[in-house]
T-cell receptor
Framework: GAVVSQHPSRVICKSGTSVKIECRSL??????MFWYRQFPKQSLMLMAT?????????EQGVEKDKFLINHASLTLSTLTVTSAHPEDSSFYIC?????????????FGQGTRLTVV | GENVEQHPSTLSVQEGDSAVIKCTYS??????FPWYKQELGKRPQLIID?????GEKKDQRIAVTLNKTAKHFSLHITETQPEDSAVYFC?????????????FGTGTLLAVQP
């Protein structure tokens, strides 16, 4: 299947700093990528839909100025957690679909474990 | 709003028994329903999916059924093995702009006892 690579896999940062997470589709193009947040033993909560060349669409309750998303190319989307606080500590995971496909498998990255201290 | 409910939250079965996980969705326009398996610390992996134009799909020991009228879909695993132990998530595709977004259920922790 298609491969989605997420970097870094783990990051520890100080409270008040910003952290950037990259999501790359390695062997396919993706107009749309999705960013999820997963707390321990909980489900995948959709944060936003990242659209190549346009603004991201955020889910209700997700602060767009807190979680900046940039989708500059068909293979790369980035999520920046700005002014991180301990409550932002979580597992962030992205997924992507092959360009042009709507109801098909979404491929997931390996996730990023963010710890804010 | 869009919602996917999943039951049970935990399921323990003996090796060789069957396991059934059930989900309901709220958006009647949903037309794609994947199931993902997530092992501890790893990414979710698609194990089977079904589209709204069919009622059942089977792949070896795994099957999924869909009842569009009731807005229910279920995952059936037969002859369970210890390596089936993981968290299973159902999802429903919700229309969201140029593509459909996936809304996930709350997950089921399946433990297969040897």
């Amino acid at each position: 299947g298609a491969v989605v690579s997420q970097h870094p896999s783990r990051v520890i940062c100080k409270s008040g700093t910003s952290v950037k997470i990259e999501c790359r589709s390695l062997d396919f193009q993706a107009t749309t990528m999705f960013w999820y947040r997963q707390f321990p033993k909980q489900s995948l909560m959709l944060m936003a839909t990242s659209n190549e060349g346009s603004k991201a669409t955020y889910e209700q309750g997700v602060e767009k100025d807190k979680f900046l998303i940039n989708h500059a190319s068909l293979t790369l989307s980035t999520l920046t957690v700005t002014s991180a606080h301990p409550e932002d500590s979580s597992f962030y995971i992205c997924s992507a679909r092959v360009l042009g496909q709507v109801n098909t498998e979404a491929f997931f990255g390996q996730g990023t474990r963010l710890t804010v201290v | 709003g869009e919602n996917v409910e999943q039951h049970p939250s935990t399921l323990s079965v003996q090796e060789g028994d069957s396991a059934v996980i059930k989900c309901t969705y709220s958006d009647s326009a949903s037309n794609y329903f994947p199931w993902y398996k997530q092992e501890l610390g790893k990414r979710p992996q698609l194990i089977i999916d079904i589209r709204s134009n069919v009622g059942e799909k089977k792949d070896q020991r795994i099957a999924v059924t869909l009842n569009k009228t009731a807005k229910h879909f279920s995952l059936h695993i037969t002859e369970t093995q210890p390596e089936d132990s993981a968290v299973y998530f159902c999802a429903a595709s919700i229309k969201g702009g140029a593509t459909n977004k996936l809304i996930f259920g709350t997950g089921t922790l399946l433990a297969v006892q040897p």
